[in-house]
């Protein structure tokens, strides 16, 4: 019985759960394998087919409340089926944005918001994404210049850009975070942050798609705004209050990238170990080997102990506790242990690795991307020093 800082779920309750929505993946996986993402990598084109799969399988409705037509759970099911599609081959970066985006917008967006903007997506109607990083802003979200202003009738008009936007072409909606007052101009560098849900056919919107060389259907977008639009629905929550609802959201984005990592690591993982069972060119299989066979078990090690801290954080964000060291060092160890296990991967397949018909090289930018992004490893590294270790801040 998990009974840490007063979660109560016993350990068989918790792996149902997990396994439960795994064992519904592993049926729309089957007819939408890893060849099918990637003749969509191929062809450049959503992977429509999955998608409206997994709604149809209600999945796309996991984390949403039955009321609003989800199919209830928590961020936990969610985390366990960004997972269950990683393990298989066919991670998808529009679950991760469409996960954090929906956080804010349930906890408090007014019903009709939520029926509005969160309902279609889980049925894969609608397909929301999230808009936060700016060129000059990077890491540091408060810097951000984008700015809404009132505008007549009441809504806001929106100006400024965004960039490494994923699926920004294939959205319905975007969650975007601007300010609605200048950084020079607040005292709390947290003041002045503020949500919308944006229409993307709301004129004034210009994409441009970035060169980003990562193998998954959804490409990285520039987005620029300019005097879009907005009617006063567009609001999420309180002007200028955006701040703690933006730090919901992003620490379920830790755990649904920690989830697709260890899922993504575990996958290529076992590609090495079939292939460690098959080549013989000393007579013996290579697995058998310490020097290759001690770097998978390593890797698989921290795999594991990556998998028990992302749940562990998973049920303490739908407690409605404070996840937010939890989440950031499941993301933390899930990137290394998949960056452990794709090392591994392509050390035992040697100059096979580097082909692509092995399927092991075009594993490797995303898993990689993991340290980076949705946020990079120093800044969680950062956070866990100053909020978990009470050090000094660096920055």
Known sequence: MNTTAGITTSTETLNARIRDVQEATRGVTTLYPRSYILQCIKEDCFPDELWNKLGEFGLLGLSIPEEYGG???GVLELT???EALALAGVPTLFLVVTGLGRVPIVRHGTPEQIKKYVTPTCTGEKKLCFAITEPNAGTNSFAMTTLATPSAGGGWTLNGQKVFISGARDADYMLVIAR????????????GISLFVLD?????IQLTQLNIQVETAERQYMVFFDNVEMPADALIGEAGKGARLMFEGLNSERLLAAGAAIGLGDYALAKAVAYSKDRK???KPIGSYQALQHRMAQAKAQIEAARLMT???AERFDAGEDAGAHANMAKLLGSQAAHAAIEAA???HGGYGFDRDYDIVTLWPMIRL???APINNEMLLNYIGEHVLGLPKSY
């Open 180 to 191: 609605t007052t200048k950084a020079s101009e607040v005292k709390n560098r947290t003041d």
């Open 200 to 204: 993307m056919k709301t004129p004034g």
């Open 80 to 82: 366990a089926l960004n």
């Open 346 to 348: 392509l050390q035992t």
């Open 71 to 73: 199919s209830g759970g």
């Open 311 to 313: 749940y562990s954080a």
């Open 281 to 283: 060119p000393f007579g």
């Open 370 to 372: 993991m340290e980076i």
